[in-house]
């Protein structure tokens, strides 16, 4: 037996007791002829000692240790002298007196430090040796949060009479969602299999089957150029229920959130969860997944300026527009530099400039109040509560453009006053919301089709569905999100199960053409016809559900072994080239001048 405790185990109570134990050497101090070591393994550290009084031939041997070997000590518990107890270590009261030292490997120099400090090193090279990585005991806490919060899931679900039940990787491409990755089929040339975005079109499959309720954690991969927060693989808690309606499947997630947050953190949730239409979002916040954290809402004041000297807002109002407005409290000091990046979100989310005033020294200092009339300056200090240092931020354009850009800027604003420390976004206030009653379809004017804002599963909510055909996009789809802190956690919908409902959404109104549908989702059609039970679910994202847990924003921190930005994994230098041989037996040739 190399062990009988971990390194993180033994306290004050276990003086006396003669104990064995393994790890990485942490790091080695030598104090007049007494060598010390902090054995290191995944649980913590625990001091050891090499005394040569003790025992000549293992102090001996503790001279040639260094950073990252490998050993097994055996030895007694003893108390720390008096003021030399380490109060940041859990076993800070107590050392081991070694008797005996085996090393059981030696380790070269690591190429950055295997602690806390190690974080700093590029993250190129934490990737490349992502094995002595993980040996830092912020991303071993990591590791071992992820996996109680994956066993927290299964027994919720298990509870609640959910089965577990995996879906193929090898799956068929369905073209309209996001790129995905493609495996040729050597048995069958020419034809290819699908890597699955997610497992939406089994798990209904499994409802048919009558499964009644189904959950996965659920490997998904989708091809895209990649975002700080994306990966080319990532996981799911996958969710699906029969039976059910919108009320039941909310209810049930809030249940499992609130499980999660009691099991990783101890902390007990509010529920229900807030609820939002998407409409009140997007007029409040500018976003479908709003940080409520904190306010600066959009303020409406079209209405103020129908007849405005200012043609820029009146020209908006004009052409159907609106005119809002946020208030950046204690901005008013604004740098040119600031003001001037405000103006770049601002254009870069379609805006032709950005209209300011900075309230300063009792006065509004701005380019264009001077168009402004008294009575539109009276609406403005009512309705946006203007005082001195606020600094207001205006969007005029059609409506959903303002939603977009007075979005963004209330989010560029809030950074920069949290870094100048005038605002305070606590970190661990846990900001719920459940988005609901989205539009179902979008229109895509370059194509001139509609879209399934989600996908083309989600059903339309009951009383909207008589608009499908007439007046599309003021369907509201059955589709529901959970929001956390301004980040999407979950989303799902209520999906169609009638195979009628199921066809008129392929064909008629995402005019899909029916051979084409009928070659991508026949079988779908055709399952619905042996009696579709009534069904919904909804997907997290894990990775993202964890690295909030574990408080880090980014998900490389809780992911093992995670790709570049370039979907490259450093570590085993993959994607790779393959052999002439393999490319033959798969019916395959490069053309990589194109
Ligand atoms: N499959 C959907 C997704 O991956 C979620 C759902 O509707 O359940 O986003």
């Known amino acids: 037996m190399k062990r009988t405790h971990h390194c993180n185990q033994l306290r004050a109570e276990d003086v006396g007791q003669k104990v064995a134990l393994a790890g990485w050497v942490h790091g080695r101090r030598d104090h007049g002829g007494i060598v010390f070591i902090d054995l290191r393994d995944r649980e913590g550290l625990t001091q050891i000692v090499f005394d040569p009084q003790h025992n000549q031939p293992s102090w001996e041997r503790a001279q040639g240790l260094r950073s990252e070997f490998v050993v097994a000590v055996e030895g007694v518990v003893r108390r720390r002298p008096a003021g030399t107890d380490n109060p940041k270590l859990p076993t800070g009261q107590i050392e081991v007196l070694a008797h005996t030292l085996e090393v059981l490997n030696a380790s070269d120099t690591p190429p950055f430090p295997i602690d806390d400090a190690g974080g700093q090193a590029g993250e190129d090279l934490r990737l490349q040796y992502r094995y002595l990585d993980l040996r830092r005991p912020p991303m071993a806490r ?341 929001v956390l802190n301004g980040q999407e956690l979950a989303g799902g919908s209520i999906r169609i199960h009638r195979p009628d409902a199921q066809k008129k959404m392929f064909e008629k109104v995402l005019q899909i053409p029916p051979e084409v549908a009928k070659a991508r989702f026949g079988y779908m059609l055709e399952a619905f016809r042996y009696g579709a039970p009534p069904h919904g679910g909804i997907a997290f994202g894990f990775d993202r559900l964890v690295a909030t847990l574990c408080g880090t924003n980014n998900i490389r921190d809780v992911i093992a072994f995670p790709k570049t930005a370039k979907a490259f994994d450093l570590m085993t230098d993959s994607p790779s080239e393959v052999e002439p041989k393999q490319l033959r037996d798969l019916h395959i040739q490069l053309n990589l001048e194109s």
């Open 142 to 482: 990591n590791l071992i949060l992820r996996h109680k919060i994956a066993k927290a899931v299964r027994d919720y679900f298990d509870t609640h009479r959910f089965l577990e039940v995996e879906t193929p990787i090898l799956f068929k491409s369905t073209p309209e969602g996001a790129r995905e990755y493609l495996v040729p089929s050597r048995v069958n040339p020419g034809k290819f299999y699908a890597l699955p975005q997610s497992p939406q079109q089994f798990k209904q499959m499994l409802m048919v089957a009558g499964v009644e309720r189904y959950f996965q954690i659920a490997k998904c991969f989708r091809d895209e150029d990649l975002r700080a927060d994306r990966q080319p693989e990532f996981t799911q808690i996958d969710v699906e229920m029969s039976f059910v309606t919108r009320e039941d499947v909310l209810t049930m997630m809030e249940g499992l959130v609130a499980h999660v947050w009691q099991a990783a953190r101890g902390e007990t949730l509010a529920l229900p969860f807030p609820r939002l239409a998407y409409r009140e979002a997007m007029e409040r916040f500018g976003s479908d997944k709003p940080d409520t954290r904190f306010g600066m809402e959009l303020v409406d004041v079209t209405e103020d300026f129908q007849a405005s000297a200012f043609k820029v807002f009146r020209s908006a109002v004009d052409a159907g527009g609106v005119v809002k407005a946020i208030n950046a409290k204690g901005l008013a000091a604004a740098t040119q530099g600031q003001i001037e990046q405000l103006t770049e979100t601002a254009k870069s989310f379609g805006a032709k400039g950005l209209a300011y005033i900075k309230v300063e020294g009792g006065e509004w200092k701005s380019p264009i109040v001077k168009f402004f009339s008294d009575a539109e300056k009276a609406a403005l200090v009512s309705k946006l509560n203007i005082a001195e240092g606020d600094l207001i931020l205006f969007g005029a354009d059609q409506r959903e453009a303002v939603w977009e850009v007075l979005g963004r800027l209330r989010l560029v604003v809030a950074d920069i006053l949290t870094r100048t420390g005038k605002l305070s976004i606590p970190n661990d206030q846990w900001n719920f919301l459940w988005v609901i009653d989205f539009p179902l379809l979008e229109y895509r004017p370059e194509e001139g089709k509609y879209y399934a804002r989600q996908h083309p599963f989600t059903a339309a909510l009951p009383e909207d569905e008589h608009l499908l055909e007439t007046d599309p996009l003021k369907v509201r789809g059955s589709q529901y999100d959970l």
